[in-house]
C-alpha cells in the first residue's frame, strides 16, 4: 500500500495552445463500444488539455504532443449533414480528448455538437474530468434529455489529483458541478476510472471518495483499472518515480494478461484476479454508502457476462481515455 497521499509539489503546467485546423473527412466513425453498432464517435480536435499519465490517448501514434491542441473547424454543421443520412441511437463525444477543457472555443464547439445531435433525436454521451463553464452548462440544459455526462474521478487529495490529472478540474469542483448539471436536468453520472493498484484503489483514498459522492446524491458509480502499454508506461514512471510510487504501482501488472478489448488496442491488464478482489472491496464500501458499482466491461473483456463468480455483470460505459 502507498503510504502517504498526502500533497505533494507538482510542477505548474501551462496550458498548450489553440489552433483551428479544417475538418478532413467524415465526422461519424466507430465508437470504442464494438457490440453497440448504434453508438458511434466524434472527435472535436485532436490532442489532450489535461496530460494524465494514464491516457491511453497520449500514447496513440496519431497525438500531436502536449503544447498544442487542434480544434477541428465546422464539426456541428458537417454533423447535421452526415446526420440527414445516418442516424445513429447515440454519439460518444470524443473518445480523444476531454470535451470541456479550459478553452472557451473547445467547449462552445462541443455544447454546437450536441445541439444538432438533438435537432436529429441522438444521444449526446460525453465523459469529463474538466469544469464545464456555466454558460455552456445551460447550452446544455436546453438539450437536457438528449444529454448524458459522466464525470470522472480517481481521487479527492488535491496533491495526488494534480500528479494524476495535471490539467484537470479540481475534484471538489467536479462534485459541485455535478450538483449543478443535475439541477438543469441533465443526467449524470460518475466514474472512478481509471484506479491505480496501490495507489487509488486503497480504503482510504476509495472511502473518502465515495462518501463524497454519496454527499451529492451519486447512488452509482462505474469503476475500471488502468491497462498498460508501454509509452503509458513511461508516463507513468515519469510522473510516479520522483515521489517513489511507480515501482508499487507497476509492480502489480507483472503476469497480467494482455488483451484486446473491441476497438482497443492490445494492452496489459492486471491480472484477473488482482482485479477481482479489487472490484469485490470497492463494492463493500460503496454498499456501506449506500452505492452499487457497474464495472466497465470495455476495460475487462476477460470478465464474462453474465456470471456472478467474476464479481458482476458488466456494463459498458464511457471509457477511462480522456487524460
Given at each position: 500500500m502507498i503510504a502517504s497521499l498526502s500533497p505533494v509539489p507538482v510542477p505548474v503546467k501551462?496550458?498548450?495552445?489553440?489552433?483551428h485546423v479544417p475538418r478532413k473527412g467524415v465526422?461519424?466513425?466507430p465508437s470504442p463500444f464494438a457490440d453497440q453498432p448504434d453508438v458511434l464517435s466524434l472527435n472535436l480536435g485532436r490532442g489532450c488539455v489535461q496530460r494524465c499519465p494514464f491516457c491511453s490517448v497520449r500514447a496513440n501514434a496519431g497525438y500531436p504532443g502536449d503544447d498544442v491542441l487542434y480544434l477541428y473547424e465546422g464539426t456541428a454543421a458537417k454533423l447535421d449533414a452526415e446526420l440527414k443520412v445516418r442516424r445513429p441511437k447515440a454519439v460518444f463525444v470524443c473518445p480523444s480528448t476531454d470535451p470541456f477543457p479550459?478553452?472557451?472555443a473547445v467547449q462552445h464547439e462541443a455544447a454546437r455538437v450536441v445541439a444538432a445531435l438533438a435537432a436529429h433525436g441522438v444521444e449526446a454521451w460525453l465523459m469529463t474530468r474538466g469544469y464545464i463553464r456555466p454558460a455552456i452548462q445551460e447550452l446544455l440544459a436546453h438539450q437536457a434529455g438528449k444529454v448524458k455526462v459522466?464525470?470522472?474521478?480517481?481521487t479527492l487529495d488535491r496533491g495526488l489529483q494534480r500528479v494524476l490529472e495535471p490539467l484537470a478540474a479540481p475534484?471538489?469542483?467536479?462534485?459541485?458541478?455535478i450538483k449543478q448539471?443535475?439541477?438543469?436536468g441533465i443526467a449524470v453520472q460518475a466514474a472512478l476510472e481509471p484506479l491505480l493498484p496501490g495507489l487509488t484503489d486503497t480504503r482510504e483514498n476509495l472511502d473518502e471518495l465515495l462518501e463524497a459522492l454519496a454527499?451529492?446524491?451519486v447512488r452509482q458509480v462505474t469503476a475500471s483499472y488502468s491497462f498498460l502499454r508501454e509509452s503509458m508506461r513511461e508516463e507513468l514512471v515519469?510522473?510516479?518515480?520522483p515521489l517513489g510510487w511507480d515501482q508499487a504501482v507497476l509492480a502489480a501488472f507483472q503476469g497480467g494478461p494482455v488483451l484486446a478489448a473491441g476497438n482497443i488496442a492490445p494492452a496489459r491488464y492486471l491480472p484477473k484476479a488482482r482485479r477481482q478482489r479489487g472490484y469485490s472491496a470497492l463494492m463493500a464500501l460503496a454498499a456501506n454508502h449506500g452505492m452499487s458499482v457497474r464495472v466497465n466491461a470495455a476495460t475487462n473483456p476477460d470478465f464474462a457476462p453474465g456470471r456472478a463468480a467474476e464479481v458482476a455483470r458488466p456494463r459498458q460505459q464511457l471509457l477511462p481515455m480522456m487524460g
Amino acid at each position: 500500500m502507498i503510504a502517504s497521499l498526502s500533497p505533494v509539489p507538482v510542477p505548474v503546467k501551462r496550458l498548450p495552445r489553440l489552433e483551428h485546423v479544417p475538418r478532413k473527412g467524415v465526422v461519424l466513425h466507430p465508437s470504442p463500444f464494438a457490440d453497440q453498432p448504434d453508438v458511434l464517435s466524434l472527435n472535436l480536435g485532436r490532442g489532450c488539455v489535461q496530460r494524465c499519465p494514464f491516457c491511453s490517448v497520449r500514447a496513440n501514434a496519431g497525438y500531436p504532443g502536449d503544447d498544442v491542441l487542434y480544434l477541428y473547424e465546422g464539426t456541428a454543421a458537417k454533423l447535421d449533414a452526415e446526420l440527414k443520412v445516418r442516424r445513429p441511437k447515440a454519439v460518444f463525444v470524443c473518445p480523444s480528448t476531454d470535451p470541456f477543457p479550459p478553452l472557451g472555443a473547445v467547449q462552445h464547439e462541443a455544447a454546437r455538437v450536441v445541439a444538432a445531435l438533438a435537432a436529429h433525436g441522438v444521444e449526446a454521451w460525453l465523459m469529463t474530468r474538466g469544469y464545464i463553464r456555466p454558460a455552456i452548462q445551460e447550452l446544455l440544459a436546453h438539450q437536457a434529455g438528449k444529454v448524458k455526462v459522466t464525470v470522472a474521478f480517481t481521487t479527492l487529495d488535491r496533491g495526488l489529483q494534480r500528479v494524476l490529472e495535471p490539467l484537470a478540474a479540481p475534484p471538489r469542483l467536479r462534485l459541485r458541478q455535478i450538483k449543478q448539471l443535475r439541477a438543469r436536468g441533465i443526467a449524470v453520472q460518475a466514474a472512478l476510472e481509471p484506479l491505480l493498484p496501490g495507489l487509488t484503489d486503497t480504503r482510504e483514498n476509495l472511502d473518502e471518495l465515495l462518501e463524497a459522492l454519496a454527499g451529492v446524491g451519486v447512488r452509482q458509480v462505474t469503476a475500471s483499472y488502468s491497462f498498460l502499454r508501454e509509452s503509458m508506461r513511461e508516463e507513468l514512471v515519469h510522473a510516479l518515480e520522483p515521489l517513489g510510487w511507480d515501482q508499487a504501482v507497476l509492480a502489480a501488472f507483472q503476469g497480467g494478461p494482455v488483451l484486446a478489448a473491441g476497438n482497443i488496442a492490445p494492452a496489459r491488464y492486471l491480472p484477473k484476479a488482482r482485479r477481482q478482489r479489487g472490484y469485490s472491496a470497492l463494492m463493500a464500501l460503496a454498499a456501506n454508502h449506500g452505492m452499487s458499482v457497474r464495472v466497465n466491461a470495455a476495460t475487462n473483456p476477460d470478465f464474462a457476462p453474465g456470471r456472478a463468480a467474476e464479481v458482476a455483470r458488466p456494463r459498458q460505459q464511457l471509457l477511462p481515455m480522456m487524460g
